[in-house]
């Protein structure tokens, strides 16, 4: 058997040893990298409010934050509009690539000549759209630069040429409605009836994922709100009541979730809704609480 004083000598022996290899250890420890958070990249969106106080509209200028490819959605007023587009392009900001129109209204597509003397540009739109280059079929597809994917939805009613526009970029979801669904209500049956608009909210845009943001084409909410309470005020028509009148504009702020909780137009199933109206079919429902709306 080893002597007491080689026991010592080896247990000094691998201490040494033990107290080298820690201490190369930790020496690597601090000289690797600090791993660095991933960020997730998203499609930046830009409101362009236009006659404020009159129209209240909204443009937007959307763009892939990898590309610098952007759209224009709707840049009715060119005086408000272009200022907007030629700060963007000059600096090498953005990289316009298209025209978008969510219906042929002047409010929403009468900017379009315009704009084409400034910006050589397809447009994609609705039949009806002024000098529209393109018309997406429902439901078909194209993308803006690497990341964001857009899907056209036909939801005919306020007009036969009404699409929304589904943009997807990651985790990101968007939907920019026109005037076929606004912040807590919906558009006029200018072309269509109850029937289409029951289909364009509680069938097409419904079935987006609840979290996808609503920016409409105009700033209607607090109007919305007053004849929402006239007719349900459940705790989240209170929550949108108190947010309008606390915040100016209320675009991106909302998802379709939101919206199946404080829209009448989207509660058409509702018993309490039923009752106030006097009807139970869906359809029936959407018409007369239009005619009630129309009245208020």
């Not at 443009?59 to 007023?77: F, G, H, M, Q, R």
């Not at 690539?97 to 704009?115: Q, R, Y």
């Not at 909210?201 to 700033?219: C, F, Q, R």
Request: charged content about 25%; overall charge neutral; glycine content about 6%.
């Amino acid at each position: 058997m080893p002597s007491s004083r080689t026991r010592l000598f080896l247990s000094i022996f691998l201490m040494s040893l033990l107290a080298a290899a820690i201490k190369r250890s930790s020496l690597n420890i601090f000289s690797r990298p600090i791993a660095q958070p991933v960020t997730s990249r998203a499609m930046h969106v830009q409101s362009i409010p236009m006659w404020e106080g009159t129209g209240n509209n909204y443009a937007y200028l959307v763009t892939d934050d990898k590309s610098k490819e952007a759209v224009i959605i709707d840049p009715a007023n060119p005086p408000e509009v272009l200022p907007v587009l030629k700060e963007k392009t000059d600096s090498g900001a953005i990289k316009l690539s298209k025209i978008i129109n969510t219906h042929h209204h002047h409010d929403h597509a009468g900017g379009n000549v315009e704009i084409l003397k400034h910006y050589k540009l397809p447009i994609i739109g609705g039949k009806d759209c002024s000098r529209v280059t393109t018309t997406p079929d429902h439901k078909s597809q194209f993308h803006i630069g690497e990341g964001i994917k857009v899907t056209a939805l036909h939801t005919p009613c306020h007009t036969q040429d009404s699409i929304c526009y589904f943009f997807e970029d990651g985790s990101e979801r968007a939907v920019f409605t026109g005037d076929t669904l606004f912040i807590g209500g919906c558009g006029r049956f200018f072309e269509g009836n109850a029937t289409e608009m029951h289909k364009a909210l509680n069938e097409v845009l419904a079935s987006l994922p609840d979290d996808t943001k609503v920016y409409p084409g105009h700033e209607y909410t607090k109007g919305n709100v007053r004849f929402a309470k006239k007719v349900l005020n459940n705790d989240a028509i209170k929550k949108l009541d108190e947010f309008s009148q606390a915040n100016k504009e209320t675009q991106g702020k909302f998802t379709i979730g939101d919206e199946k909780q404080h829209n009448v137009f989207m509660r058409v199933n509702d018993p309490n809704i039923q009752q106030l109206v006097g009807q139970t079919q869906p359809v029936e429902v959407m018409r007369t609480l239009r005619e009630m709306k129309d009245r208020s």
